[in-house]
């Protein structure tokens, strides 16, 4: 589904991204783990679409076209997701209509008609209860107000009405207490499927205890220093990053 | 730059010859006899001051050279009667009234045959001045702002109708008083006149309504008096044609417990001033002000505003926001000042605006005057553009860029027209909808 390869990018001057290579298939989930600083983020962004990274080498193939050339919301038309870190608050955009609008650009895109209304309602209030959100949310302001747990709470409640192919989670877990990231997991575990993947970008092994990943990935420097299975998140959490860093530059 | 002010200031005095002339040349025949010597006492004034000059403070962002020229061009050039069809076409379009109050004024002159005012509670006293009798119009006048300043005096100068809109001590009035001055695009200078009167206790919904086509030109004036107790809820919608040019003034006086709160929105005009002054000369008097302006392309909307509060425990907050985009200016002016003894204010005054463009230009300036020391004041002002962060987190979701952009313009100035909507639901959708009109215009 996604293949980046040897992917380098800048921010600004600095390179961030050194050679980063990393292949999803339909139904698998991805952790990537690694330090601060070691471009988790960025490559979060840079599969987004977001302004301000440059792509100076490598290049990264969703479903078998190019994704570098297509713009944000062409790629969320494509069916890539994220769910931001720092989710934005929009006043005086209403939650309920940006899902309508998004929902329906999509639709636009590939031909199909403006979604029903009773039936969008339908699905916005199932997807809400299945994040134990109140109903009062749907009316508010974009996150506006939310409390950092209701911020990520609400971030996979979009993911779960857009249904996305491809979902990026970037330290969703983040800022969460125990019960919000239950929340959070069982959001996301609900979504698992074989037509979908996720790629989840986390700092901590607390989220993969409810979220099991197929591949675990190291990033550190730029790229991907050590990959593996559940375990190796067992073993980060025991041992810290330094045994991998140091496997990594012993190589 | 002082060449330039100097060679407007050279053809606004040039113009000024050309009014004196127009208003030497005979009054209007239609015009009451009681407003004669008011006038020609107007007429006198607006003489001595002349037109506002681009040396004076209060003028320095927007120059009147303009309105001064077709003023004169057009008082010399009076059309003999309404355009009839371009009129309907503008009422068309109007939102259908919520309670059936509908007052329509057509290039300053009152049109019965285009108004209803048969939903009219008892105790609303509704008079166009030229269906007042001598003593009716004598008393409305004596309320009325005369020559105040150069405007006003001009307005009353060549005044030929207005409306007097009275309601009467504890008379609550649900639905809205819809006051339209519809311009139909001949080369008439229009001086709208609205007088609002609400007695003590009592509690009215006014709306001041400017439409307009072609190159039209408005200088309006509006008196408010809120007697003890008594709640104005007022809109003042400026949506002219982008040809014409709008300046107005509104006086309000407040009295004690007394509240205002008012709504002036502008979408139209190519200029467009607007100067409103809140008097809160009893105790508790509140105002709560909102204003919003669009304009795109080279258009020019000037915002002046200033509360007096003169007594203790007045309150009062103002919240103005701006959206220029292409080579557009607006300023705003907002000035509060706190008189000796004014004990207790509390004021909080808030200029924001989303500049669209390297070229448009906002000229932002909120003032405070305290001469006292129990008060409780603030004022800011903020000049930006979009949010990056918010418009890519839209384009994330699938957002189109375009559509991200008009989505953060229109929530932007949502935030002030939902003010509208818990008093007059109807009128707040139609106000969204004449908004969403302008988006693509200044989201380009």
Not at chain 1, 186 to 194: E, H, Y
């Amino acid at each position: 589904m996604l293949k980046i390869d040897n992917l380098h990018a800048n921010a600004g001057d600095t390179e961030i991204l050194k050679g980063l290579s990393l292949a999803i298939d339909a139904g698998e989930v991805h952790a990537i783990m690694g330090p601060n600083g070691s471009g988790k983020s960025t490559l979060a962004h840079v599969l987004a679409g977001r302004d301000g990274y440059e792509v100076t080498s490598g290049s990264v193939t969703y479903q078998g076209t190019d994704l570098l050339p297509l713009a944000p919301e062409e790629r969320a038309w494509h069916g890539i997701f994220l769910g931001f870190q720092y989710p934005i608050e929009i006043p005086g955009v209403n939650n309920t209509y940006l899902l309508k609008a998004a929902l329906n650009a999509r639709r636009k895109f590939h031909g199909e008609p403006e979604i029903d209304a009773a039936q969008f309602l339908r699905i916005i209030k199932d997807k809400a209860r299945m994040m134990k959100m109140d109903q009062s949310f749907l009316n508010r302001s974009v996150n506006e107000g939310f409390s950092g747990g209701e911020k990520k709470r609400n971030e996979v409640f979009q993911m779960a009405v857009l249904e996305p192919q491809l979902a990026i989670l970037d330290e969703t877990d983040s800022g969460l207490d125990i019960d919000a990231l239950k929340v959070v997991a069982a959001g996301v575990n609900a979504l698992r499927s074989k037509d979908r993947a996720f790629l989840l970008v986390t700092h901590y092994q607390r989220l993969l205890d409810y979220i099991e990943p197929d591949h675990v990935h190291v990033l550190a420097g730029g790229r991907i220093i050590k990959s593996g299975d559940k375990t190796l998140a067992h073993e980060l959490e025991a041992q810290g990053y330094d045994w991998v860093l140091r496997e990594a530059a012993g190589a | 730059m002082a060449t330039a002010a100097k060679i407007r200031d050279t053809r606004v005095t040039a113009a000024l010859a050309t009014v004196a002339d127009a208003f030497g040349a005979g009054s209007d025949a239609a015009a009451p006899n009681w407003l004669q010597s008011s006038r020609e006492k107007a007429f006198a004034a607006f003489l001595t001051t002349g037109f506002p000059l681009a040396r004076s403070e209060d003028w320095k962002y927007t120059s009147l050279a303009g309105f001064a020229e077709r003023s004169a061009e057009y008082l010399h050039n009076r059309p003999t009667g309404d355009d009839d069809t371009t009129v309907a076409a503008l009422l068309d379009a109007l939102p259908h009234s919520e309670g059936g109050i509908r007052i329509v004024f057509v290039n300053g002159r009152y049109r019965p045959d285009l108004s209803t005012a048969s939903g009219a509670a008892t105790g609303v006293v509704l008079t166009p001045y030229s269906t007042a009798d001598d003593a009716t119009g004598r008393r409305i006048l004596d309320r009325q702002p005369v020559d105040d300043n150069a405007l006003i005096a001009l307005n009353t100068a060549f005044l030929v109708d207005g409306l007097a809109i009275r309601v009467a001590d504890g008379c609550r009035v649900d639905e809205p008083i819809h006051v339209v001055f519809a311009s139909d695009g001949q080369p008439a200078a229009v001086q709208p006149r609205l007088s609002i009167e609400i007695g003590r206790e009592a509690d009215a919904f006014i709306v001041q309504h400017h439409i307009g086509t072609g190159k039209g030109l408005t200088n309006a004036v509006t008196g408010i008096d809120c007697a003890e107790q008594a709640h104005l809820f007022f809109v003042r919608l400026q949506d002219e044609s982008t040809q014409s040019i709008h300046v107005a003034n509104q006086i309000a006086h407040m009295a004690t417990g007394s509240r205002l709160d008012g709504i002036s929105i502008d979408f139209g005009a190519q200029l467009a001033r607007n100067d409103l002054e809140v008097d809160l000369s009893g105790e508790r008097a509140h105002a709560n002000l909102f204003g919003l302006f669009m304009a795109s392309g080279n258009r020019h909307v000037d915002n002046h505003l200033r509360v007096d509060h003169r007594m203790p425990n007045t309150s009062s907050m103002e919240n103005y926001r701006g959206i220029v985009s292409d080579a557009a200016r607006g300023v705003f002016n907002g000035k509060i000042i706190v008189h000796p003894g004014a004990d207790g204010t509390d004021a909080q005054m808030s200029n924001r605006n989303l500049l669209l463009s390297e070229r448009a230009e906002i000229d932002t300036k909120p003032e405070l005057e305290i001469y006292t020391d129990d008060v409780k004041c603030a004022h800011g002002s903020t000049t930006g553009r979009l949010d990056a962060n918010s418009i890519f987190y839209l384009r994330a979701r699938g957002i189109p860029e375009a559509d991200a952009r008009m989505m953060l313009v229109a929530a932007f100035a949502q935030e002030i027209i939902d003010h509208v909507r818990s008093r007059a639901p109807t009128l707040a959708t139609y106000l969204s909808h004449r908004m969403s009109q302008q988006l693509p215009d200044v989201t380009q």
